[in-house]
């Protein structure tokens, strides 16, 4: 996984690069093409204001005292179109501007590739170029980022899920077994006791392995995407909450990381579902579409509503970055939440 991630770094490096001398190039062309600057656009206007005025005062007009009607609507004409195409200019050459100011007050690197139009005078232009370049590096680097700090995640997931499993989990299978001979050989006032103590471990011993489980998904490792994720229907199918899984035996073949961004996405998603929907009903299922494989997480609970998103939703989003995956949410037919996770086909897939 660590050697992919620096593939993939080096991928969003060149891409980055290219985004670069692509702006750098539409600049010269701009530059090429001569477009008039607002500085020279502006002062253009104010400069034949100004000739104008002077050649009224220099030439054979001349204005009467007291000023009469005709000669004062000539100037208060005069003025008035002076002030409309200074409004006009600073509007037309400004506009660039104000939506450069919209894009970057929505802008969000957990939603990528939005990017303000380049339009409007040279330097209005070079600016919206400069700042859709920084975002490519931006982009870039923050996936690439999270990137490595998922990768270290999951690394350190795995020690964690082995050292519960095998350090904790053989003590306590260890106590469960002496709990055992001393309930074969403890009289009767104090054999419930030790029974009692049985169970206390036994269900310890569980929960043990169950959030190893979830740590390390070795199911997922070993069987596979699909089989990974019916077990995650029966993980959470409770008894306040039913999970139906749709999953079908023919899945185009993805990636190792594919396979762990779905996986985990399904996880957070049903996670959600249980700790906050209040939902009763859920579904999981994965299907094909062109391209790629899709993910649904379906639920009936109360919505998604007005609250912003949280740590485990930015989190599935930012999983969804490092596999070029497609993530949204949205409102589901039964007044739930759909979360759909569609991944793209991969070079590299396992078969």
Known sequence: MGDSTDIRGRERTERVTEAVAKAQAAKEKRMGRRTVSLFWRIFSLNAFGLVLAAALLLGPV?????????????????????????????????????????????????????????????????????????????????????????SAQERERRRIARELHDEVGQTLTAVLLQLKRVADRAPDELREEVTQAQEATRAGLDEIRRIARRLRPGVLEELGL??????????????????????????????????LVVYRVAQEGLTNTARHAGADRAEISLARVAGGVELLVRDNGRGLGTAPEGAGIRGMRERALLVGAELSLLPGPEDGTDVRLRVPLAAGARQ
């Open 62 to 150: 001349t204005v009467s005292t007291p000023v009469l009607p005709a000669e004062a609507l000539v100037v208060v004409a005069g003025l008035a179109a002076l002030l409309a195409g200074n409004a006009v200019v600073l509007r037309v050459g400004l506009a660039p501007l104000r939506r450069l100011g919209s894009a970057m007050t929505t802008a969000d690197l957990l939603r990528p590739g939005a990017r303000a139009v380049v339009a409007g005078p040279a330097e209005a232009a070079e600016l919206i170029t400069t700042y859709n370049t920084m975002l490519d590096r931006l982009e870039s680097e923050r996936t690439a980022g999270a990137a490595r700090a998922l």
């Open 226 to 259: 699909a089989s990974a994720v019916r077990s995650l229907a029966a993980e959470f199918t409770t008894r306040g909450l039913t999970v139906r899984h749709h999953v079908p035996g023919d899945l185009p073949p993805l990636t190792e990381e594919s396979e």
